[in-house]
C-alpha cells in the first residue's frame, strides 16, 4: 500500500494531540471544504464530529462483527423516541479523550466549549420515555451488551419553546438543517412498508386457508445508523433509525397520464410519515398519521431483525434465542401482529407456532397508568390502514377469550376487561392488552408503579399471568449525568475513590464516611458553588434575571402536567413571598425557584400554567420588597442540553406529583445523584430514592397512594373547606383570581381556580399545599446549616449508585432478555 495513504489511515485513529489536530484540519479541509480563517463554528463542530467519528468506526465493525460471528443474541430496543442530546462530549468522554480534544483545539486558537455549543441537541423524544432510551443505549454499550435502538429519523424533533409575552410559543426544530455528522445514511437497507388496501384469502399449496395484503400503499423504509459508543470505546453498537422514502414505482401510471405533478406530490406526501414527532408526553392523539408512524417504525425494524437472523438460520424455532424485542410502552405493539402476519403469511408458519416464538421474543414495558395515555385505535381506523392486522388482533383475541372462558365460569365482565376489544362506545383496540399478550414479559419502572400495575390496569391479567408482570426500576447513565454534565463534582469524586464509579456506580458509596470529612464537604459546596455560578449566567443570558448564587436553588425540570404539579410549587412561591413581604425584618433564607418545561400544544391547562409562572416572576422578582429573597425564572426551551447546565446546580429537587400519578420520573435521580435534597412525594421511584438515601436525607410530605385512592373514593373531599381552613393557601388563590398578577386580565387565572376549587382539585393540590410548605420549612431551616446541609447533599449522592442504568438494563439482561456480554474482537489495527 502507499506509504502515504498508510500513514493516513493511521492518523485517522490516532488519539494524540498532534493526530487528533492534523486530522481536524484535513477534515475541514477535504470534507467541510473551509478553510481555517473561514470556518464558522459549525463548521468547526462537524469538522472535529467527523475526526472523532473515524475513531469510532473501525471498532464499530469490529463490534458488529463479532456479533455476527458468534450469532449472539441480540435485544431489539424498539421505541418511538430517543432523547439523545449533544453526542460530541458524550463521544469524546467514552473514547476518553476530551483532555487531548481541547488541547488540539487550544492549539488551533479554538475554544472547547464554543464547538461543543455550536452541536444541535438531538431532541426525538418528549420527556422521560425517550431519555429513559437513549440512558439504555449508552448503558448497554458500555456493559457490551449486543444491544440495537431502533426508532423514527424525525426530520422535526420536538418543538423549540420560546415565551412570547409570557406565553409559551412554538417552532419547528430543525435539528438536521446543516446535516447530521454522526449517521451514516444506509440507502441500500430499504425495506417496504404497507398501508391501506385489502385482504385477499386463498387456498396455499396444501390447500389451506391463507391470506395476502394486496392493493395497498407502499412506502420505504430507508435506515441511518448512529454509533453509540459504550464507555472506553470497546463496544460500539447501533442506533438504527428509519426514514421514509417514496417508492420509485410510486403511483407511476400518473406520468403517462401527463400527471407528472400529482405523482410528485404523492411522494412528497408519503415521506411526511418521518417528518414529525408527536408533541404529547403521557398522553396519546389518536391520529391517523401516528399509527402510520408506529407502523411504520416497527415493521421495518422486524423485517431488519429477520433479516439479521435468517443470516444464520432457516427455521424460525430459533428466534426466541437469538432475538430478544423490548416494547417501550404500547406504541410499537402493533409489532406483535406484525410478526404474526410475517410468519404466517410470508413464512408459512402454523399460527400456534407463530404465536408461541412472538410471545417468547417479545417483552413489554409500561410507562404509565395515566388512562389518557393508554393507547386505544379505533377499530375503524385499524381496519383502513392495517386491515390484515386486524384480522390477526380479532384470531389472537378469539383464541384467548376462549380458552379464558372456560376458567372465568361466566363472568362476563372480566372477559370483557380481558378482550382486546373495547366495545363500549366506538370499539378500540387496547394496545395495552395486545401488549400484554404477547410478551413473555411485563414490567413497570418503579416498585409502587409495577404494584399498581397489578392492582389497577392489568389486574385482572395479572391473575391470569401471575408470573408475567415484574419490576424494572429505572436508572440514569452516570457517564453523561454525572461525569460529563459535572466535570466539578466527578473530578472531585474521583480525587477520593477513583474512577471506579464511572462504569460501576455502585462504588460511589465510598463517598459515604466522607460526609463527615470537613474538608471534603467544603470541597463539595466548592464544586456545587461552580455549578451554582455556571447555571445563574445562563439564567442571566436566557431571561435578563440576575440571581443569588447563595440562594437555594429549588429546581423543577420537567414536562408541564397538572399531575406533576407545577401549581402547587407556585402556590408556594406565593406563599412565600407573602411570608416576606409581611416580615421584612426577618433574616430569610434567600430561594430562587427554578422552573423549566414545555407543555403539549395542545395542553391548554399546562400552558396557563406557564403563563402563570412568567406572571408571578415578573412581580416577584420586581418587588424591592423582598429584597432579592425571592426570584422566580422559568428558563426556556428544556432540553437535554438545558439540563446538563441545571440539574448539576440543583440544592432542592422538586419531586411532587400527586401519589400514584408518575410512574417512576428518572429526573430525580439526576438530580439526586449531583447532590440535590428531593423534596418529593411517596410516588414513583422517590419511594426507592428515600429507602437508599435514607429517610434523613430526603423531604417526604403529603398524602400516600392508597390516601390518594381511598380520598378519591369516598367522593367526600372538598377543596373549598381545605382553602377556607388555610390562610396563606386562601390568599395565594384569591390573588391568582383577582389579577394580583394578571392586572391586564384579571380572568386569565379564572380556569386554574376553577379545578382547585368547584373542579374538585383532581390533582389533590389543596390537599397537600400544607405539608409541602411544612417540608419547604424544613428545608430552609436546614439551609441556613451549610455543614449539617453538604452532609446530606453528600450522602444523596453517595447512597445512589443503585439508580445507575447499568443496574437497570443488567436486570432486563439477565430476567427479561437473557442476553450476555460479547466481547468485540479487534483484530484489525484498530483503535489504539
Ligand atoms: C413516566 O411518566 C417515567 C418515564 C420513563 C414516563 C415517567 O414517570 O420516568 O416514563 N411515561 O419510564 C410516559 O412517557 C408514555 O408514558
Given at each position: 500500500m502507499d506509504a502515504r495513504f498508510k500513514s493516513r489511515d493511521i492518523e485517522r485513529r490516532s488519539l494524540d494531540?498532534?493526530?487528533?489536530?492534523?486530522?481536524?484540519?484535513?477534515?475541514?479541509?477535504?470534507?467541510?471544504?473551509?478553510?481555517?480563517?473561514?470556518?464558522?463554528?459549525?463548521?468547526?463542530?462537524h469538522t472535529v464530529a467527523l475526526a472523532v467519528r473515524d475513531r469510532v468506526v473501525d471498532r464499530w465493525m469490529d463490534t458488529t462483527r463479532s456479533y455476527y460471528h458468534e450469532d449472539a443474541k441480540r435485544v431489539y430496543y424498539l421505541s418511538l423516541e430517543f432523547l439523545i442530546g449533544r453526542l460530541l462530549t458524550n463521544s469524546l468522554s467514552n473514547l476518553g479523550i476530551v483532555d487531548e480534544c481541547r488541547q488540539a483545539l487550544d492549539r488551533l486558537g479554538l475554544s472547547m466549549e464554543d464547538v461543543v455549543d455550536a452541536e444541535p441537541d438531538a431532541a426525538l423524544g418528549n420527556g422521560g420515555l425517550g431519555r429513559l432510551a437513549a440512558c439504555f443505549l449508552d448503558s448497554m454499550a458500555s456493559q457490551g451488551l449486543p444491544g440495537y435502538g431502533y426508532g423514527i429519523r424525525y426530520?422535526?424533533?420536538?418543538?423549540?419553546?420560546?415565551?412570547?409575552?409570557?406565553?409559551?410559543?412554538?417552532?419547528p426544530e430543525q435539528w438536521l438543517q446543516f446535516g447530521n455528522p454522526w449517521e451514516f445514511a444506509r440507502p441500500e437497507v430499504l425495506y417496504p412498508v404497507q398501508f391501506y388496501g385489502r385482504v385477499e384469502e386463498f387456498r396455499d399449496s396444501v390447500g389451506e386457508r391463507a391470506y395476502r395484503w394486496v392493493d395497498a400503499d407502499r412506502v420505504l423504509a430507508m435506515a441511518y445508523d448512529t454509533p453509540v459508543v459504550g464507555f472506553g470505546g470497546e463496544t460500539i453498537n447501533t442506533l438504527r433509525l428509519w426514514s421514509a422514502r417514496a417508492t420509485r414505482d410510486f403511483n407511476f401510471g400518473h406520468f403517462n397520464d401527463g400527471a407528472y405533478m400529482k405523482a410528485v406530490e404523492q411522494k412528497i406526501l408519503s415521506e411526511n410519515l418521518s417528518r414529525v414527532l408527536y408533541p404529547n408526553d403521557a398522553t396519546e392523539t389518536g391520529k391517523e398519521l401516528r399509527l402510520k408512524q408506529e407502523y411504520f417504525f416497527t415493521s421495518a425494524s422486524l423485517q431488519d431483525i429477520l433479516r439479521r437472523y435468517l443470516q444464520h438460520h432457516s427455521t424460525f424455532e430459533n428466534l426466541p434465542n437469538k432475538a430478544a424485542i423490548q416494547l417501550n410502552d404500547t406504541h410499537p405493539a402493533i409489532g406483535i401482529a406484525e410478526l404474526m402476519r410475517l410468519l404466517v403469511d410470508q413464512h408459512a408458519l402454523r399460527w400456534d407456532d407463530a404465536w408461541e416464538i412472538t410471545r417468547a421474543t417479545?417483552?413489554?414495558?409500561?410507562?404509565?397508568?395515566?388512562?389518557?395515555?393508554?393507547?386505544?385505535?379505533?377499530?375503524?381506523?385499524?381496519?383502513?390502514?392495517?386491515?390484515?392486522?386486524?384480522?390477526?388482533?380479532?384470531?389472537?383475541?378469539?383464541?384467548?377469550?376462549?380458552?379464558?372462558?372456560?376458567?372465568?365460569?361466566?363472568?362476563?365482565?372480566?372477559l370483557s376487561r380481558l378482550s382486546l376489544i373495547d366495545e363500549r362506545g366506538e370499539r378500540r383496540v387496547r394496545m395495552g392488552n395486545l401488549a400484554f399478550l404477547g410478551s413473555h414479559k411485563v414490567n413497570g419502572v418503579s416498585a409502587l408503579h409495577t404494584d399498581l400495575m397489578k392492582q389497577t390496569v392489568f389486574a385482572d391479567f395479572h391473575e391470569e399471568f401471575p408470573d408475567r408482570i415484574n419490576n424494572k426500576t429505572n436508572g440514569i447513565?452516570?457517564?453523561?449525568?454525572?461525569?460529563?454534565?459535572n466535570p466539578a463534582l466527578s473530578e472531585l469524586i474521583t480525587t477520593r475513590i477513583g474512577e471506579g464509579w464511572?462504569?460501576?456506580?455502585?462504588?460511589?458509596?465510598?463517598?459515604?464516611?466522607?460526609?463527615?470529612?470537613?474538608?471534603?464537604?467544603?470541597?463539595?459546596?466548592?464544586?456545587?458553588?461552580k455549578n451554582k455560578k455556571r447555571l445563574a449566567a445562563y439564567i442571566a443570558r436566557q431571561?435578563?434575571?440576575?440571581?443569588?448564587?447563595?440562594?437555594?436553588?429549588?429546581?423543577?425540570?420537567?414536562?408541564?402536567?397538572?399531575?406533576?404539579?407545577?401549581?402547587?410549587n407556585v402556590l408556594h412561591t406565593i406563599a412565600l413571598y407573602n411570608e416576606m413581604r409581611d416580615n421584612p425584618t426577618v433574616s430569610w433564607v434567600p430561594?430562587?425557584?427554578?422552573?423549566?418545561?414545555?407543555?403539549?400544544?395542545?395542553?391548554?391547562?399546562?400552558?396557563?400554567?406557564?403563563?402563570?409562572?412568567?406572571?408571578?416572576?415578573k412581580v416577584v422578582n420586581h418587588d424591592p420588597s423582598v429584597h432579592d429573597n425571592l426570584k422566580v425564572v422559568l428558563l426556556p426551551n428544556y432540553n437535554v442540553t438545558a439540563a446538563e447546565i441545571i440539574i448539576p446546580a440543583a440544592d432542592l429537587s422538586e419531586q411532587i406529583s400527586t401519589a400514584g400519578m408518575e410512574a417512576s420520573g428518572t429526573g430525580n435521580m439526576k438530580l439526586a445523584l449531583n447532590g440535590a435534597l428531593t423534596i418529593g412525594t411517596l410516588d414513583g421511584a422517590n419511594v426507592e430514592i428515600r429507602e437508599h438515601v435514607g429517610a434523613d436525607n430526603i423531604f417526604i410530605f403529603g398524602m400516600t397512594a392508597d390516601?390518594?385512592?381511598?380520598?378519591?373514593?369516598?367522593?367526600?373531599?372538598?377543596?373549598?373547606?381545605?382553602?377556607?381552613?388555610?390562610?396563606?393557601?386562601?390568599?395565594?388563590?384569591?390573588?391568582?383570581?383577582?389579577?394580583?398578577?394578571?392586572?391586564?386580565?384579571?380572568?386569565?387565572?379564572?380556569?386554574?381556580?376553577?379545578?382547585?376549587?368547584d373542579g374538585g382539585d383532581h390533582f389533590l393540590v389543596t390537599a397537600d399545599f400544607a405539608d409541602y410548605c411544612r417540608a419547604q420549612d424544613a428545608a430552609m431551616q436546614l439551609y441556613r446549616d451549610p455543614e449539617e446541609w453538604t452532609r446530606k447533599a453528600i450522602l444523596n449522592t453517595a447512597n445512589m449508585g443503585w439508580f445507575s442504568s447499568d443496574r437497570t438494563v443488567n436486570e432486563y439482561a439477565g430476567e427479561i432478555w437473557d442476553v450476555h456480554p460479547v466481547k468485540p474482537s479487534h483484530d484489525g489495527e484498530g483503535f489504539r
Open positions: 494531540v498532534d493526530g487528533l489536530k492534523r486530522s481536524f484540519l484535513e477534515w475541514l479541509v477535504y470534507s467541510v471544504g473551509k478553510d481555517a480563517r473561514a470556518a464558522t463554528r459549525r463548521d468547526w463542530f426530520e422535526f424533533g420536538l418543538f423549540e419553546q420560546r415565551f412570547e409575552n409570557g406565553w409559551q410559543v412554538e417552532y417479545f417483552a413489554y414495558t409500561n410507562h404509565t397508568l395515566l388512562p389518557e395515555a393508554l393507547e386505544a385505535w379505533p377499530v375503524r381506523m385499524i381496519e383502513r390502514v392495517l386491515p390484515r392486522h386486524m384480522q390477526i388482533i380479532y384470531e389472537i383475541n378469539a383464541k384467548f377469550l376462549n380458552r379464558t372462558k372456560a376458567k372465568a365460569a361466566g363472568d362476563n365482565a372480566k447513565t452516570p457517564r453523561r449525568w454525572l461525569k460529563q454534565a464511572i462504569s460501576d456506580l455502585s462504588q460511589i458509596a465510598a463517598l459515604r464516611e466522607k460526609a463527615d470529612d470537613v474538608v471534603f464537604r467544603e470541597e463539595f459546596r466548592r464544586a456545587k458553588r431571561t435578563g434575571e440576575e440571581v443569588l448564587v447563595d440562594s437555594i436553588f429549588d429546581v423543577q425540570v420537567k414536562r408541564m402536567h397538572e399531575y406533576k404539579r407545577q401549581l402547587l430561594v430562587t425557584k427554578v422552573f423549566a418545561g414545555k407543555a403539549a400544544p395542545s395542553y391548554h391547562m399546562a400552558k396557563l400554567i406557564i403563563k402563570l409562572i412568567n406572571d408571578v416572576a390516601e390518594v385512592n381511598d380520598l378519591r373514593a369516598s367522593g367526600g373531599f372538598n377543596p373549598r373547606e381545605v382553602i377556607a381552613s388555610n390562610p396563606s393557601l386562601k390568599r395565594a388563590l384569591d390573588m391568582i383570581s383577582t389579577g394580583a398578577f394578571s392586572p391586564d386580565d384579571r380572568n386569565r387565572y379564572h380556569p386554574i381556580v376553577q379545578a382547585l376549587t
